[in-house]
């Protein structure tokens, strides 16, 4: 149980291209989802807190316009990449947590690299 | 402020126990997790432990938790070679009434024969 799918999970496009990456909780509902960005041999930075039917969270430096948020249902977020730039390039990975609970560790896809040319 | 440090590297004998150690600063921190990561992949969660407990055991893996010192230690016993990875030490951070995750730099673990 648990399962969290990430697609597209490798990108290779154009700077000046918007990019989609989705994000979906397969067997349980996820009122909050989390949008990584992980560098190479580096750790996880936490980018945007994902909320079901409100708007993200977005942490210090992350520019909202640039990375768009949508957490349209208890089962899927998207991260947009708008504009992308060769410095955007990056892994991005998303977590979800089970429904309200805090009390449940958050279950991460398998991630997507993204690569601007 | 938020801090996860951890061992960069650690290279261990295939059937021999690895010990992984994280220390962490948020003494208010309710859970610690510890992650998995595979080349290319994302993450894989191994185990976690609630603060109010000293030591989890799950099969091969051990976790022990010193809340006093905030360390926080994963010991794989019988390491294989598909135990290769990178492992990270995370703890729970309540920040403006929403829960994340802040991470270690991750311990690289070698398997070899």
């Known amino acids: 149980g648990a399962v969290v799918s990430q697609h597209p999970s490798r990108v290779i496009c154009k700077s000046g291209t918007s990019v989609k990456i989705e994000c979906r909780s397969l067997?349980?509902?996820?009122?909050?989802m989390f949008w990584y960005r992980q560098f190479p041999k580096q750790s996880l930075m936490l980018m945007a807190t994902?909320?079901?039917?409100?708007?993200?969270?977005?942490e210090q430096g992350v520019e909202k316009d640039k990375f768009l948020i949508n957490h349209a249902s208890l089962t899927l977020s998207t991260l947009t990449v708008t504009s992308a730039h060769p410095e955007d390039s990056s892994f991005y990975i998303c977590?979800?947590?089970?429904?309200?609970?805090?009390?449940?560790?958050?279950?991460f896809g398998d991630g997507t690299r993204l690569s601007i040319l | 402020g938020e801090d996860v440090e951890q061992s960069l590297f650690l290279s261990v004998r295939e059937g021999d126990s690895s010990v992984i150690n994280c220390t962490y600063t948020d003494s208010s921190s309710t859970y610690l997790y510890w992650y998995k990561q595979e080349p290319g992949a994302g993450l894989q969660l191994l185990t976690y432990i609630f603060s109010n407990m000293d030591m989890k055991q799950d099969q091969r893996l051990t976790v022990l938790l010193n809340k006093k010192d905030k360390h926080l230690s994963l010991r794989i016993a019988d390491t294989q070679t598909g135990d290769s990875a990178i492992y990270f030490c995370a703890e729970r951070w309540l920040s403006g009434g929403y829960n994340k995750l802040i991470f270690g730099a991750g311990t690289r673990l070698a398997v070899h024969p």
């Open positions: 977590s979800a947590s089970v429904s309200w609970d805090f009390n449940q560790p958050q279950h």
């Open positions: 994902s909320n079901e039917g409100s708007k993200a969270t977005y």
């Open positions: 067997d349980f509902q996820a009122t909050t």
